[in-house]
């Protein structure tokens, strides 16, 4: 018995390769584009774990930069009353004419200065740091002509810059724990998107493998159809998501 249809047979027929031969393209598509996506995306992953410990190495650097910077500071402060009180006593025995006592404490003050002082404070009172043979030599003069100056009596811990010193490299890598940090975070939200599109991607290799479970040919091209949108969305979204920090695809085949 004849087809009363044939043209309609062979029509359909032609449909069904058509959406079979898209539907394998895409099936292959996808499967290559969910791959690149979980590699990247764990590549991500690396990324942030890097930074995080990074970020977590730095931090500890800067806090233990901080308590080393507060404990100069206190050492330096104690260090600068002693040298008041000295600075005082000379004083006080100038004005008695009391020549013994200027010597003896001035000799005191100026080994305490030399042994002691820093060369970031002993610029910040006017005290040469690097005393020549004959400043030396004469310890009570080099003294005495250090007081003729006012920086020998400003304190250094009324300046907010100097104090800021005391911690400049402690902010500094606190401030690179915090970009460190950052760069993490950053990692883990590009890590995400791509494991958003994997989903999406899988969505769509389920929709093109039920395909061929419908018999018409309207509801499998309505599947299809739902499967491409679902694709160029993911697809678009992908090349929006920045790759991974040093990414270089040629380094996995050169080893570099």
Do not use: C
């Given at each position: 018995?004849?087809?009363?249809?044939?043209?309609?047979?062979?029509?359909?027929?032609?449909?069904?390769?058509?959406?079979?031969?898209?539907?394998?393209?895409?099936?292959?598509i996808t499967a290559l584009l969910t791959a690149?996506?979980?590699?990247?995306?764990?590549?991500?992953?690396?990324?942030?774990?890097?930074?995080?410990?990074?970020?977590?190495n730095l931090a500890s650097e800067g806090n233990?930069?901080?308590?080393?910077?507060?404990?100069?500071?206190?050492?330096?402060?104690l260090l600068w009353n002693d040298v008041s009180?000295?600075?005082?006593?000379?004083?006080?025995?100038?004005?008695?004419?009391?020549?013994?006592?200027v010597e003896k404490v001035s000799t005191q003050l100026f080994f305490k200065l030399d042994e002691n002082?820093?060369?970031?404070?002993?610029?910040?009172?006017?005290?040469?740091y690097m005393l020549s043979e004959e400043e030396k030599s004469d310890p009570v003069g080099t003294v005495l002509a250090w007081l003729e100056s006012d920086e020998a009596y400003t304190s250094p811990f009324f300046n907010e810059e100097y104090l800021a010193g005391y911690f400049e490299t402690a902010n500094e890598l606190l401030a690179q724990s915090r970009e460190a940090l950052e760069?993490?975070?950053?990692?883990n939200a590009n890590g995400d998107a791509y494991g958003l599109v994997t989903v999406i991607y899988s969505?769509?290799?389920?929709?093109?493998?039920?395909?061929?479970?419908?018999?018409?040919?309207?509801?499998?091209?309505a599947i299809v159809a739902i499967s491409l949108v679902a694709f160029l969305l993911a697809t678009i979204y992908m090349f929006t998501i920045p790759m991974p920090t040093g990414f270089n695809l040629a380094s996995f085949f050169t080893g570099g």
């Open positions: 018995m004849e087809e009363k249809n044939p043209s309609k047979h062979n029509e359909k027929r032609s449909k069904d390769e058509i959406i079979e031969l898209i539907v394998v393209i895409m099936l292959g690149w996506g979980s590699w990247i995306g764990s590549l991500h992953g690396g990324n942030q774990a890097t930074s995080y410990t990074t970020s977590n233990s930069e901080y308590n080393a910077g507060v404990q100069q500071m206190n050492q330096d402060m009180d000295m600075q005082m006593e000379i004083s006080f025995a100038q004005g008695k004419n009391d020549n013994d006592t002082l820093s060369e970031r404070m002993a610029e910040a009172i006017g005290w040469n760069v993490g975070k950053q990692a969505v769509v290799l389920f929709l093109l493998g039920i395909v061929s479970t419908f018999n018409n040919t309207k509801n499998k091209i």
